[in-house]
């Protein structure tokens, strides 16, 4: 196997001191893959927002290690760390600048990180606006003159920008109307293996996670209690906490409530 | 076949703005007999919250808002009642439970005192004590047991959850004949909002209350709904019992939804169109063409 992209060993984040500290994230280790997509699931307040924060270098773990392709990240990262891993958040417009257009936004993230010839980037950033499924005239508006699902393509446009290779996705569409939803999720996929991106993808969602992930790391009060690949977790979860998450999704089809009652009949039977 | 407690008929809306008339409703029309859970489904923006608002008597009092058609309730058509008379009606014969539970409860308030306003506006008469009792018998009913402690808090003490249960037991107090739900529970976690959705299933069937139940997640309606309307951009476009419209769903615009959903068990993520034409097509309605 090759080495992971990134791997986190015995990481902690703990909010506060003494007796009102908070244990936000308790000793948590995993390895990605390059170009796997990981989701993380849990309830919230389990620790799933401070995990990404920490990825993405915002701030540094209490304890513990992040490692980006074999190499540990400081506390203070390097630009080059900091264009690798990049966020697509839910609500991206408290991330656009208002007073920027789309293309400035764009350009910005080239200029900064390097990327392309000067007298190519206008060129650039086209290029990425199709890639993300927007015409070019979309250059020149606000942000506040886009959808939530356009500033969503936006978002994941100036990611590519940096060409980063590891996202972090923080509910990327759970504010999205569902056909919306629908297309930017086919969207992500097929960056993904276009460009052999690796996505860390938190959410609450467990139908989106179920169709998105390859594997799936489930978080409660902080410790991730489950990592398994999708298959696995959603046909034998090992937990009684995630066959709770997964038995308390509102479904649609005969399917999907057979296996909500499978899971549900399980937790039953663990109950003391 | 009774009366409707809801019935809404060709309901059109325009907002005022400068640049002239924008119509957001486009003649909608919608009935809900006394007990009966129906839904309204659609995306954001599609007119759903106005509605709720019109039914509430909330928006004919805005002077931008352009209301024109009927809308009675238990018989009697708002629009020829005083603001007055429509205020009256709500918090005593239809409530309302929002969004996101912690922040439509008053933060500086006391449960108990809340409770007590809540019961006033049926009963202005109502002594403390007495509004105390009632409170703490309501929230047994959701499955609050500590009722005391909870009355005693502020919404800020209590969690996300149990600020939903109070807010459901607080829109029941009054026995209304018809609660309207817009989106309940969204901002919960999905372990929260299905019990909570159970318990006020559970209480409205109780109390024989009519519901008008808003959302955009298909999932949650097919758990709650006998019935279900889907709007698109102000304009209802299929209606009928919701085993039906899942089992059938014949207006393309609620194929698209249906379609786009993900499901629990995989099946990876549909390729989705662009709004096609079709979803201007006109209503569908599972009832008119069934024989009955
Ligand atoms: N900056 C902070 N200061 C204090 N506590 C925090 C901070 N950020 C997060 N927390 C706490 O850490 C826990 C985990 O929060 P978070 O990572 O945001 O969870 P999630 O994203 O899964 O909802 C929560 O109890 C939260 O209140
Ligand atoms: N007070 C208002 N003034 C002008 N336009 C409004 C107002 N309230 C709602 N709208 C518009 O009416 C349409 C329907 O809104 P709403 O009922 O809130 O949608 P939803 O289905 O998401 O609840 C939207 O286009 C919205 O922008
Ligand atoms: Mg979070
Ligand atoms: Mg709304």
Redesign the pocket.
């Known amino acids: 196997m090759t080495a992971p992209i990134l791997r986190l060993s015995d990481v902690s984040r703990t909010?506060?001191t003494g007796d009102g500290a908070?244990h936000?994230v308790r000793s948590v280790s995993f390895d990605v893959a390059a170009g796997e997509c990981l989701a993380i699931v849990?309830e919230?307040?389990?620790?799933?927002?401070?995990?990404a924060n920490m990825i993405l270098g915002i701030y540094p773990p209490t304890t513990g290690e992040i490692a980006l392709e074999g190499t540990v990240l400081p506390a203070r990262r390097a630009l080059a760390h900091r264009q690798a891993i990049q966020l697509v958040q839910q609500n991206p417009l408290s991330s656009l600048n208002p007073k920027r257009s789309i293309g400035a936004t764009l350009r910005l993230a080239l200029d900064v990180h390097g990327i392309g010839a000067p007298a190519d980037r206008a060129a650039i950033v086209g290029a990425l606006l199709e890639e993300v499924g927007l015409a070019a005239e979309y250059a020149r508006r606000a942000p506040a003159a886009l959808s939530g699902g356009q500033r969503q393509r936006v978002a994941i446009a100036r990611a590519l920008a940096c060409q980063s290779r590891v996202v972090v996705l923080d509910e990327p569409t759970s504010a999205l109307d569902v056909l919306v939803q629908a297309r930017v999720l086919r969207l992500l996929d097929a960056l993904r293996a276009e460009r052999g991106l690796t996505y860390i993808f938190i959410t609450h969602d467990l139908s989106v996670v179920r169709n998105i992930a390859d594997r799936i790391a489930v978080?409660e009060k902080?410790r991730m209690i489950e990592i398994g690949d999708t298959e696995t977790i959603f046909s034998a979860p090992s937990q009684t906490y995630t066959r709770r998450l997964i038995s308390a999704v509102p479904v649609i089809t005969g399917d999907e409530l057979a296996l909500r009652d499978k899971l549900a009949a399980h937790t039953k039977e663990d109950a003391p | 076949m009774s009366a409707p407690m809801l019935d809404i008929r060709d309901l059109h809306l325009s907002f005022k703005g400068h640049t002239g008339l924008t119509e957001v409703l486009h003649g909608i029309s919608l009935h809900i007999q006394p007990g009966e859970r129906v839904a309204l489904v659609g995306e954001s923006g599609s007119g759903k919250s106005v509605t709720a608002r019109i039914v509430l008597g909330l928006l004919q009092d805005l002077p931008s808002a352009r209301i024109t058609g009927q809308v009675l309730f238990d018989g009697r058509d708002l629009e020829l009642m005083s603001s007055r008379a429509r205020h009256a009606l709500r918090g005593t014969a239809m409530s309302m439970i929002f969004q996101d539970p912690t922040s439509s409860l008053n933060p500086v308030f006391r449960i108990a005192d809340q409770f007590h306003d809540v019961l006033r506006r049926a009963d202005p008469s109502v002594a403390k004590a007495a509004a105390h009792d009632r409170a703490a018998a309501i929230l047994a009913e959701v499955s609050i047991r500590d009722a005391q402690r909870v009355l005693n808090a502020y919404p800020f003490q209590l969690s996300g959850g149990m600020n939903q249960r109070v807010m459901i037991a607080m829109a029941l107090a009054n026995e209304p004949a018809l609660l309207i739900a817009d989106e309940p529970g969204t901002a919960l976690d999905v372990t929260v909002q299905a019990q909570t959705l159970q318990l006020m299933r559970r209480l409205v069937e109780d109390h024989h209350t009519a519901v008008l139940f808003i959302s955009h997640n298909l999932g949650v309606v097919r758990e709650f709904a006998d019935r279900l309307y889907v709007i698109y951009k102000g304009r209802m476009v299929e209606q009928g019992p919701t085993d039906a419209v899942f089992a059938d769903p014949r207006h393309p615009y609620t194929r698209a939804l249906m379609a786009a959903v993900p499901h629990l068990t995989g099946g990876g993520i549909p390729e989705i169109a662009e709004a096609s034409p079709d979803f201007a097509a006109p209503l569908v309605d599972h009832e008119a063409e069934a024989p009955s």
């Open positions: 909010f506060g908070v936000a849990g919230s307040g389990s620790g799933k927002s401070t995990l978080f902080g």
